[in-house]
């Protein structure tokens, strides 16, 4: 009963998909009392791109792809809805949306490999078996010459006979 009067109970700060997105940006900007230039400095944009997209001005806009990244990251700083801004955007411009990745179905287990560590790991022992196995000879000869008794000759000993024989 208000008279044939209605009351808009949206605040300046959240979105309105009938409206453009440029004038909810500015709508949002303004009401939290930040500049375009404040704006421009805390997203790391130059002025004219924040004036662009405000004033919703596609031929001073860069390549669609961008203005969603810059949508984003305005709207987070105004606290606006971020996907929501960028899909309108999309609607609007008529461009295809960005690619997505989904992830593979768990239908047939991949074929997995091991890895580096367990790579290395298995090298490192089999090098120190082939070093082993080969300096097996030569340890047990040394470990038998350190055994010999005194009165036997060690290997390496040669006995020169006496000359005139």
């Not at 400095?41 to 860069?62: G, T």
């Not at 203005?67 to 955007?89: I, K, T």
């Not at 990745?101 to 790991?121: D, F």
């Amino acid at each position: 009963m208000s008279g044939g009067r209605e009351t808009d109970n949206s605040e300046p700060g959240q979105s309105d998909n009938s409206g453009a997105i440029g004038a909810r940006l500015k709508a949002a900007r303004e009401a939290r009392r930040l500049t375009a230039e404040t704006v421009a400095q805390q997203l790391k944009l130059d002025v004219s791109v924040i004036d662009a997209l405000e004033n919703d001005d596609r031929q001073h806009l860069p390549a669609p792809i961008f203005v969603q990244g810059y949508l984003r990251s305005y709207a987070r700083l105004l606290g606006l809805p971020q996907d929501e801004l960028a899909n309108d955007y999309t609607r609007q411009s008529g461009e295809l949306p960005p690619l997505t990745v989904n992830r593979k179905s768990a239908g047939k287990p991949s074929l997995r490999l091991p890895s580096a560590t367990l790579i290395r790991n298995v090298i490192l022992v089999m090098l120190a078996v082939v070093l082993l196995w080969l300096a097996y000879p030569y340890v047990s000869r040394m470990l038998d010459s350190q055994n010999l008794p005194d009165d036997e000759q060690s290997p390496g000993y040669l006995e020169i006979p006496p000359p005139g024989r």
